[in-house]
Structure formats: C-alpha cells, structure tokens
C-alpha cells in the first residue's frame, strides 16, 4: 500500500486513569504536515497474539489512514496479552467495559494528549472523531453506537454510547450472543449477552465472506450480525474470499493471518481505501468520496467486494 504522505508516529504515550489497572497506554500516528486533520480512534482485536492486540498493531490501516490526512489514535486495552492482567475479575478476560472507557477517556483528554505532540494540537480538527475496532474492537465500537451489552454479573443491561463521535466502522465484530458457540461462550461469557437492537447510530460493518469459525458460532453469516441485527441506517461491506483477518490488517505479515491463510496485500489496500472514504464522506457530507467508490465497485467486472444498506426505518 503507498503512502501518499509522510508521517509521524509517537508512542508510548502514557495516561493514568482514575479506578484502571493499568496505566493506559497510547500512539498517535498522523501527517507529518497538513491541517484541519480528522481523527480516527482505532480499537484492537483481543486475539492470540502477544503485540498485534496493543498499540503496537494494526500498521497497514495506520499507516495508510493517516498518509490520508487522518490523526490515529490507538490504545492498548487491558485485555492486551502486553500487560499480562488477571483475567478473572468483574469483566472477565475481554475488559468489555473499560475497552468502552478507555476510547471516551481519550475524547475527553484529547487536547491534552495532542498538545505534547509539536503542532499538532494546532493542526486537528476535533470535532470529527471516527471510532474504528476490529473483532474485540468492534465490539467496542459497537457499544460506543449504541449497542448494549447484558452484564452477568449485575444483572443489568450496559450501554455507553458516545455521541461525540461521528463515524463508526466495525471489522470482523462478535454476533449474537444467542448463536455463539459452546467453547466462545465458556471462554467469553459476556459475548452472550449482546443487543444490537439498540444500536442506533449509522455504521459500517465490514466482514470477510470466509470469515466464520465453530469455536465462536456454526452460522457462517454471524459476524455481520451487527448490520442484520440492528435497526438502520446500516451499511455493510462484504469482502470476497476473506476471512477474519480481512487480508491482514492486524499487522504487516503477520503470524495470525499465515494461519487463517488470509494473507493479501490487495485486500489490505481495498479495506484501507473503502473505509477512509466512508469515513471521509461521512466526516463532509458534501465529499464525493463514499459515492464515487460505490459507484465503481458495482461497475467493476470483478469485484473485491459488496455493498449493501438499509435505511432509518428498516430493521
């Protein structure tokens, strides 16, 4: 994937945060010149791997959205293997909640946190924040939509919805937990207790069409339970011949992808282009961008992909 301009990158930025376990830690990649800069949130599978799941992952749709002239910003949650938590309080092995938290902390604090980079407190635009997460990190990102989470432990339905943000971007994400699969269930016991019904907000959901698993569920459609499931306006984008890894976005060669055989370049780079101009258009309403991609995919003799969409009334 090229990269149109250059770009800066700092990290760790450290941040402590009232009742966490840890410190949170935290890089900022953006444009190395330029102003009027978006942001872009991007929260991190909680995967097998040791680094790709912390601030030190996701590099090809890094890299590549902030070449584009977005700011990313990118936290490690406290499920990161990197901070070797116990995995056997209130939330469980996931820290559902405070994955939520720690993207809202981050809003809350982000002057604070751009004005120890040069410049660039002075070149970002503020009030365009997008929220992007893949797999664990859409589920994140879904509950920053709206989407509610039934909490075994309080008995209580949880929603954190944040309307400061103003797009959403949800790869690979956890399905209905009514449908999840026995070793998933075990394992992750809050993935059972998801509601899109709630979750109002305009969303891209993306999903590989190979990307299913009967560790996590038998239906092969459940990671695009967050369109189907939830009330519109909703847009999902199906990638052909992908699986959970969509081509690798978690890393550059990376492990994980050799081993679901999902390793495509090609992929990575249609991924990153489609979703920044979904981003773009819904950032500046008048921006050809989202238009002008949809209009070449459907003409496009062989595609990398799908559209489809529902409006505000459907469900």
């Not at 909680?46 to 912390?54: E, I, K, M, R, V």
């Not at 405070?98 to 120890?116: H, K, T, V, W, Y």
Request: proline share 6%.
């Amino acid at each position: 994937m090229k990269l149109q301009n250059p770009i800066i990158s700092i990290s760790p930025i450290l941040l402590k945060v009232p009742n966490r376990l840890a410190v949170l830690e935290i890089k900022v990649t953006a444009p190395a010149s330029g102003g009027d800069l978006p942001v872009i949130l991007l929260s991190h599978g909680h995967g097998a791997s040791n680094f790709l799941s912390s601030y030190r992952g996701y590099a090809p749709l890094v890299d590549y959205y902030a070449s584009q002239g977005f700011v990313v910003i990118q936290p490690t949650h406290q499920d990161s293997k990197t901070l070797a938590l116990e995995t056997n309080g209130p939330e469980g092995a996931l820290f559902w909640k405070s994955r939520a938290e720690d993207l809202i902390f981050i809003i809350d604090n982000l002057r604070q946190i751009l004005s120890g980079i040069k410049d660039l407190n002075e070149r970002t635009d503020i009030n365009n924040i997008a929220a992007v997460g893949h797999s664990m990190g859409g589920h994140t990102v879904a509950m920053l939509a709206g989407m509610q989470v039934y909490d075994p432990v309080s008995c209580k339905f949880v929603g954190i919805a944040e309307p400061r943000i103003n797009a959403f971007v949800m790869f690979g994400t956890p399905g209905n937990g009514e449908d999840i699969a026995e070793w998933a269930s075990e394992r992750y016991p809050i993935l059972k207790g998801t509601e899109f019904s709630k979750m109002q907000r305009e969303v891209l959901v993306v999903a590989g069409d190979h990307d299913s698993s009967n560790l996590f569920s038998t239906r092969d459609d459940w990671r695009m339970d967050a369109y189907h499931a939830s009330p519109g306006p909703k847009t999902l984008l199906t990638v052909f011949g992908s699986g959970h890894m969509l081509g690798g976005i978690s890393g550059y060669d990376a492990l994980e992808t050799a081993q679901t055989n999902d390793e495509n370049p090609g992929t990575v780079k249609f991924v990153g282009e489609i979703t920044s101009d979904y981003i773009r258009t819904r950032f500046y309403p008048e921006n050809k961008s989202w238009e002008n991609t949809t209009n070449a995919l459907l003409k496009n003799e062989d595609p990398k992909g799908k559209i489809d969409s529902k409006p505000s009334f459907a469900v």
